[in-house]
């Protein structure tokens, strides 16, 4: 079971992938309010983008969220490799994947 908010988009979505076989068994569940684990792990980048409204092309805008987004996750221990209290292991990993030195 998957728990979204009330977007149009979700229920053709979900049917897309269950036509494509990739979640048969799976069902929608659609909440109004914001209590449903997808939207409280965007309230992160919600709070940081608030202030940086000031973006000068889409292109930045997606590559600045998008990193906004792994740094959230590493920090929350998601990236399978990297365990959320190894300092060293995240400063490897951000070396490797953003190519800059951390």
């Given at each position: 079971?998957?728990?979204?908010?009330?977007?149009?988009?979700?229920?053709?979505?979900?049917?897309?992938?269950?036509l494509e076989n990739q979640l048969q068994q799976t069902q929608l569940r659609q909440v109004?309010?914001?209590?449903?684990?997808?939207?409280?792990?965007?309230?992160?980048?919600?709070?940081?983008?608030?202030?940086?409204?000031?973006?000068?092309?889409?292109?930045?805008a997606r590559y600045t969220v998008a990193g906004y987004e792994a740094m959230n996750m590493?920090?929350?221990?998601?990236?399978?490799?990297?365990?959320?209290?190894?300092?060293?292991?995240?400063?490897?990993?951000?070396?490797?994947?953003?190519?800059?030195?951390?």
């Amino acid at each position: 079971m998957i728990s979204v908010d009330k977007h149009a988009s979700y229920p053709a979505a979900l049917k897309a992938l269950q036509l494509e076989n990739q979640l048969q068994q799976t069902q929608l569940r659609q909440v109004k309010y914001l209590n449903n684990i997808i939207e409280a792990d965007h309230r992160f980048v919600k709070r940081k983008v608030r202030f940086k409204q000031w973006f000068q092309s889409f292109n930045t805008a997606r590559y600045t969220v998008a990193g906004y987004e792994a740094m959230n996750m590493l920090l929350k221990g998601q990236v399978n490799s990297v365990a959320a209290n190894d300092a060293k292991a995240q400063k490897v990993f951000i070396e490797n994947v953003f190519g800059i030195a951390a």
